[in-house]
């Protein structure tokens, strides 16, 4: 799944017709790009939407990323498309927020120092201080911003103003605060959250607790995009871990520590790849 | 698992204390029995309950059934403990209702044909007439109840009538039908249901439309002991399996109704070999 | 993934260069085909080579089968590809061979019922006359041919006599004969056999005992195409299941039938669906 | 599973008869043990072979470990019981081997770190420098010991002099040399190696890249008691992850490298927990 050379990849979204996939294979192949992945789905239902995914080789490719802008949007177009255009050689920037607990973050930095997440990282930010030493082992800037009730609002948009133009993408890595709609009008599917539980199943608070209280069998952990409706939001990657009677809630919260940091890296690695379409509040993952 | 000579299997639970798997040891010790299996769990919490499953081999056990209730009686009282004996070569029979879906019976006759379950089965029963001849393949009585809304009371007044005394548990395997609270009382914690989602997620009806509109990463379907409150009762099997956009709801039909099959099967089986105990809404499973 | 309108699928693979997408995608445009699905794939080693599978809607497309086929080699020629062409309302005819064993043959049969296998099932064979019931419930004609050690080459030469043009491929739904290289060759890359082990773990005889005697945690199975090389073939689906030390050998029996027919029927969905593309004694799964 | 109180557990192995589980909840009872869990199993083959692990809360049991001894002596005798005790307030001692792969060793110290793995680690010894800066970062007291094929028997022989006395048992967490005989046999039953395969495939080298030549659709790996048969010790935990023609060796090898780290630290969760009893080059997991 790794490429080893530079990459070009499109993401694109339109009323479905006939004709769209060779018009987009006829333009990359006469600009001399080699198709390396390609992608696509229809949906079956009345008004049939098409969506793709396509790379290709920015070696040996003749646009410039402005030509390939300026040759593109006719074609976009035409078709009515919803599109957007990604450059590997240009890792996405990721701003991590944390409150206490590492696991996640542990593991998004070891997989992202050994390049198994193709990202940058230009901050962590804190409500605590306590995850400091493990952002400077790992070289990465830590910021403290505490957040009170009482001045929510002030504080994220302290935070906001901070991190204005320094990320692409924002990852919630278990940080223990809601966000407020203005904070997340401006990340539009671009906020990555880690829930604890298995979602639908256990939206809100304490999910390990009233897992332990339903007596399920499984418990699980669902990354999603953040909206305005709590833990509503476009669902990108689940995995469950399974349960007995044996565990108390704290086993379960071991378990499912396990659980979340593999289901977050995930999610994280479909979007920096940009293997991430969403569409009518639900994902398409073209993995 | 299966234990080809026949057994005693005891299912105790009780406030925790000292001084009880000794007494229980000793106790089948004296009468010559040979333990083959054991499994305990003590709740850790406030007030500590104690949970046993034991089962001896009945060949050369010196008590009759009479004999052990009479000799047992004692002992469960200066414990204070809800019990019950079961012997393996009285199988249980499970009566088994159904609509019009075929995956989950097909799935229970195929494996008792083969001895996977051990149970004998006196009916099924079906508000429609299609399953019939699936019940003759395999030689077992089929019964056509017709539920109406209208009348439902007195319809299953006249199926709880008819199958009094000839069953010690239920299946419902996709029986499309919500049973009226004097209907499960008579069977308490005797009725096995399948519901076809990952529950708490979807209770009630439509749920793989529901995770289809909901965009979920994986569907389940869950096996509980059937109680007055819809999809709540004690859950004693779970599982999922993995979907995607590509997935349309039929789709997810088909890959649930593995899962249903599996999970109801496994629920099954547990309770025809004693492995289920109920506490506070949960069960505890001695696999 | 079942798409409810005829579609027309080419599979093709080929030495990797610019324009082999653009060639097609414009081929299947200009004959007003709708794509919809497509999938591709390249070798990244030192000989690039490019696989594709694309379907297109039949409805609209203006190229009978026979202009399909005039029309497209010039493009194959040109690209070197070796390519194969399927309807989707021609069903392939599978014809099953079985032995005693009857838990993969009940599987599929109930799911080519049910309309999960878009198949057509010409025959079953089987040297032992004991499934001949299951085949008369779901009308499929059964023969019995009777195979041994001393006579095999003749008994498989009048099987592949009987069968020659029934037949687009074979099952061997736990056949247990080892099949001729002769028989091997007239079907090649179009026999699936299931093997009861994770491959290449455990190849050949009893190989659930061995997994007993080695103590695995998990026990497999694996469809594959069948070659001279006995369980040496291209591998289509692999699963396992979980076991442990309380499984004796006929519980690792009774939980390895379950993942046979998963993984059998997994196998057998991708070859009716045109997904397997074989390259090296590999396949690649376009699922 | 944690359990908070600290406990004495026994695991015991000997040959069935009636009155084993008697005589010892006997003898806990009598002195005053109360017992958490409790787990047996018997083999049913030819000679029934019997095994338990029981463990019982030290606070209010009566014997000191000395007396423990003297006063279960006798009955393991009657009994012929090979048997062992450990108290849960005194940690096994982890020495740990790596050589350059960071992932075992990582996962080993965090969960290490966060009280998920009850043990001490008195040394990580490598025949690289490279890991000594995590050794430090966890204040784990991290040797050189350069390892050559000329010199290999005297280089093991001062490590085996230098960790004499200091560890309980040892973890290879991808430690890449063979160990001769004569270290082995110092630790019978107590060097744990993660191997990158799903044994019995792929024993010995380059699992992964034999793994993608024989194009499996499942890749894993298998923590095993080392013995002198290389990758033929008793197996402790496997586990595998689904890959497919997409995979490059180097994917199988990130892909794989999250579930060695899983199986590893499943594997000495046993050992630490005295779950693991070994008989006839098996294990017998009580979890």
Redesign the interface.
């Given at each position: 799944?790794?490429?080893?050379k530079p990459t070009i990849t499109l993401l694109i979204s339109c009323p479905?017709?006939?004709?769209?996939?060779?018009t987009i294979?006829?333009f990359?192949?006469e600009h001399?790009?080699?198709?390396?992945?390609?992608?696509?789905?229809?949906t079956?239902q009345q008004e049939c939407r098409f969506f793709m995914r396509i790379s290709f080789k920015e070696e040996?490719f003749t646009l410039t990323p402005t030509e390939l802008e300026a040759a593109f949007t006719p074609i976009a177009e035409r078709f009515y498309m919803q599109w957007s255009v990604a450059y590997s050689r240009i890792p996405k920037r990721a701003g991590i927020f944390v409150t206490k607990l590492?696991?996640c973050l542990?593991d998004l930095l070891?997989r992202w120092k050994?390049g198994?997440l193709d990202m940058d990282i230009p901050f962590i930010i804190s409500n605590h201080t306590l995850l400091e030493p493990l952002a400077q082992?790992y070289d990465v800037p830590f910021y403290h911003f505490p957040v009170a009730k009482a001045t929510r609002t002030a504080d994220e948009e302290r935070i906001l103003e901070f991190i204005s133009g320094k990320a692409d993408f924002l990852i919630l890595a278990r940080y223990m605060q809601i966000l407020e709609p203005f904070f997340v009008t401006a990340y539009p599917h671009a906020i990555i959250n880690i829930h604890h539980s298995?979602?639908?199943?256990?939206v809100g608070a304490n999910p390990y607790q009233r897992a332990f209280e339903?007596?399920?069998?499984?418990i699980?952990a669902t990354a999603h995009y953040v909206t305005d409706n709590l833990d509503e939001g476009?669902?990108?990657?689940?995995?469950?871990i399974r349960c007995?009677?044996?565990?108390?809630t704290?086993?379960l919260v071991?378990k499912g520590s396990?659980v979340e940091r593999?289901v977050l890296t995930d999610a994280v690695r479909f979007h920096t790849e940009n293997r991430v379409l969403v569409y009518e509040?639900?994902?398409?993952?073209f993995d």
């Amino acid at each position: 799944m790794s490429l080893s050379k530079p990459t070009i990849t499109l993401l694109i979204s339109c009323p479905d017709r006939p004709g769209i996939v060779a018009t987009i294979s006829n333009f990359i192949f006469e600009h001399s790009g080699n198709i390396v992945e390609s992608a696509q789905h229809s949906t079956n239902q009345q008004e049939c939407r098409f969506f793709m995914r396509i790379s290709f080789k920015e070696e040996g490719f003749t646009l410039t990323p402005t030509e390939l802008e300026a040759a593109f949007t006719p074609i976009a177009e035409r078709f009515y498309m919803q599109w957007s255009v990604a450059y590997s050689r240009i890792p996405k920037r990721a701003g991590i927020f944390v409150t206490k607990l590492d696991h996640c973050l542990i593991d998004l930095l070891w997989r992202w120092k050994r390049g198994e997440l193709d990202m940058d990282i230009p901050f962590i930010i804190s409500n605590h201080t306590l995850l400091e030493p493990l952002a400077q082992m790992y070289d990465v800037p830590f910021y403290h911003f505490p957040v009170a009730k009482a001045t929510r609002t002030a504080d994220e948009e302290r935070i906001l103003e901070f991190i204005s133009g320094k990320a692409d993408f924002l990852i919630l890595a278990r940080y223990m605060q809601i966000l407020e709609p203005f904070f997340v009008t401006a990340y539009p599917h671009a906020i990555i959250n880690i829930h604890h539980s298995f979602l639908p199943a256990f939206v809100g608070a304490n999910p390990y607790q009233r897992a332990f209280e339903r007596g399920v069998k499984l418990i699980g952990a669902t990354a999603h995009y953040v909206t305005d409706n709590l833990d509503e939001g476009p669902i990108i990657a689940q995995d469950v871990i399974r349960c007995d009677h044996r565990d108390s809630t704290e086993d379960l919260v071991r378990k499912g520590s396990d659980v979340e940091r593999r289901v977050l890296t995930d999610a994280v690695r479909f979007h920096t790849e940009n293997r991430v379409l969403v569409y009518e509040n639900k994902t398409l993952i073209f993995d």
